[in-house]
T-cell receptor, first 111, second 113 residues
Framework: QKEVEQNSGPLSVPEGAIASLNCTYS??????FFWYRQYSGKSPELIMSIYSNGDKEDGRFTAQLNKASQYVSLLIRDSQPSDSATYLC???????????FGTGTQLKVEL | GAGVSQSPSNKVTEKGKDVELRCDPISGHTALYWYRQSLGQGLEFLIY????????KSGLPSDRFSAERTGGSVSTLTIQRTQQEDSAVYLC???????????FGQGTRLTVV
């Protein structure tokens, strides 16, 4: 079992719709969770961090964490073509808090 | 500096040569990470430095790869006797501590010919 798993996609949504990106992790002791956006040919850019169960909202982005289910998600409201990118879930794993990434979900927002 | 700085941005080297990649983290950040990303692939963990603790080297793919972090700041990733399969983008990130958000540099694109 991979430490951090994401559906590779592509996930296609129409402009203006809600995009829902999901991630599961295996280390039940994980404490910190992050979403990054990566445009083609660029380095990952931090979008959201979440540390407690529940929802955390920042503009059009909402991160959701459920530690009991070992599940973290990212919702993007009013999706725009500029949101088209690969979204990486990252989790701090292990006693040393190594930052482990999923393989990413490619999002395509269509006009 | 304002962000994580990596150099060089691009490096082309001949198979069998040694290369050094440099990462200058955000000032004051105690944690530093190296990842490798091959074309169209995800981020592969290489090594993690946290303060004065022994680094987590569990991701280094072979003994040709090594990294050091001098004075708790700048880090150098060294690849000896480069092979074509080493061609990738090498990304460095730093964070304020072992729990906080990590920020990436622009990466070094390594091409082994």
């Amino acid at each position: 079992q991979k430490e951090v798993e994401q559906n590779s996609g592509p996930l296609s949504v129409p402009e203006g719709a809600i995009a829902s990106l999901n991630c599961t992790y295996s280390d039940r002791g994980s404490q910190s969770f992050f979403w990054y956006r990566q445009y083609s040919g660029k380095s990952p850019e931090l979008i959201m961090s979440i540390y407690s169960n529940g929802d955390k909202e920042d503009g059009r982005f909402t991160a959701q964490l459920n530690k009991a289910s070992q599940y973290v998600s990212l919702l993007i409201r009013d999706s725009q073509p500029s949101d088209s990118a690969t979204y990486l879930c990252a989790v701090r794993t292990g006693g040393g808090n190594k930052l482990t990434f999923g393989t990413g979900t490619q999002l395509k927002v269509e006009l | 500096g304002a962000g994580v700085s990596q150099s060089p941005s691009n490096k082309v080297t001949e198979k069998g040569k040694d290369v050094e990649l440099r990462c200058d983290p955000i000032s004051g950040h105690t944690a530093l990470y190296w990842y490798r990303q091959s074309l169209g692939q995800g981020l592969e963990f290489l090594i993690y430095f946290q303060g004065n603790s022994a680094p987590d080297k569990s991701g280094l793919p072979s003994d040709r790869f090594s990294a050091e972090r001098t004075g708790g700041s700048v880090s150098t990733l060294t690849i000896q006797r480069t092979q074509q399969e080493d061609s990738a983008v090498y990304l460095c990130a730093s964070s304020d501590n072992g729990l906080a958000e990590a920020f990436f540099g622009q990466g070094t694109r390594l091409t082994v010919v």
